[in-house]
T-cell receptor
C-alpha cells in the first residue's frame, strides 16, 4: 500500500494556460474524490467518482474544470484557461468504504501568475 | 445551509497542558462527523468518525466526543509532535451531494516543549 499519489506536486503557470493534475488512488479503492484547499481554509469538495462514473460535482466545478477517471483507476483534473483565483492546493482522496474515511494524497499546489 | 465552525482558530499549549478544540455544526441530517489532522504541506490524515450523539472515540492522547450540535477533540498531555491543524468535517445525510465532506477552517495547534 503506497498511499494516494498525486503529480505534479507543484505547478506554476501563467494565466490563460491549461494545467492537468493526476491522481493514483490506493489500488483497491473504488471511490475517488477531488478537493481544493486555499490558505487558511478547509478543503472544499469538487467532485466524486465511484469506479469510472462521475457521480457528484460541486457548483465550484465551473466549465473550465473537467475530471475523468478512465477505467476506474487513476484520475485527472484539468483546468482550462487558468485564472489567478484557481491558485490553490488540489487534493485527491480515495476510499473503499461509504463512510467518509478518506485517504488523502499530499496534493498538487497550483500557482497561477 | 450545512456548515462547520471551528474554534479557536489557533491554540498554543505547553507540553503536558491538556485542552479541547471545538467543532460546532449545522446540518439537516448528519451521516457522520470526522476529525482529520493536517501537517503543513501535506494532505489531511483521518483520525476519527462519530455517528451519533454521545459517541466517543479515543486514539493515544486524543479523544473525540459528539453532541447534537457540536464535537470536541480533547488533547490530554500533548507533546510537540501533536502540533498540526485539526480539521472537523461533516457528511450530510440529505442534499444533492451526499458523498461530500464539508470541512471547517481548522484549529492550528502549537505545542511548545
Amino acid at each position: 500500500d503506497t498511499g494516494v499519489s498525486q503529480d505534479p506536486r507543484h505547478k506554476i503557470t501563467k494565466r490563460g494556460q491549461n494545467v492537468t493534475f493526476r491522481c493514483d488512488p490506493i489500488s483497491e479503492h473504488n471511490r475517488l474524490y477531488w478537493y481544493r484547499q486555499t490558505l487558511g481554509q478547509g478543503p472544499e469538495f469538487l467532485t466524486y467518482f465511484q469506479n469510472e462514473a462521475q457521480l457528484e460535482k460541486s457548483r465550484l466545478l465551473s466549465d473550465r474544470f473537467s475530471a475523468e477517471r478512465p477505467k476506474g483507476s487513476f484520475s485527472t483534473l484539468e483546468i482550462q484557461r487558468t485564472e489567478q483565483g484557481d491558485s490553490a492546493m488540489y487534493l485527491c482522496a480515495s476510499s473503499v468504504l461509504e463512510t467518509g474515511e478518506l485517504f488523502f494524497g499530499e496534493g498538487s499546489r497550483l500557482t497561477v501568475l | 445551509e450545512d456548515q462547520v465552525t471551528q474554534s479557536p482558530e489557533a491554540l498554543r499549549l505547553q507540553e503536558g497542558e491538556s485542552s479541547s478544540l471545538n467543532c460546532s455544526y449545522t446540518v439537516s441530517g448528519l451521516r457522520g462527523l470526522f476529525w482529520y489532522r493536517q501537517d503543513p504541506g501535506k494532505g489531511p490524515e483521518f483520525l476519527f468518525t462519530l455517528y451519533s450523539a454521545g459517541e466517543e472515540k479515543e486514539k493515544e492522547r486524543l479523544k473525540a466526543t459528539l453532541t447534537k450540535k457540536e464535537s470536541f477533540l480533547h488533547i490530554t498531555a500533548p507533546k510537540p509532535e501533536d502540533s498540526a491543524t485539526y480539521l472537523c468535517a461533516i457528511r450530510p445525510l440529505f442534499g444533492g451531494a451526499t458523498n461530500k465532506l464539508i470541512f471547517g477552517t481548522g484549529t492550528l495547534l502549537a505545542v511548545q516543549p
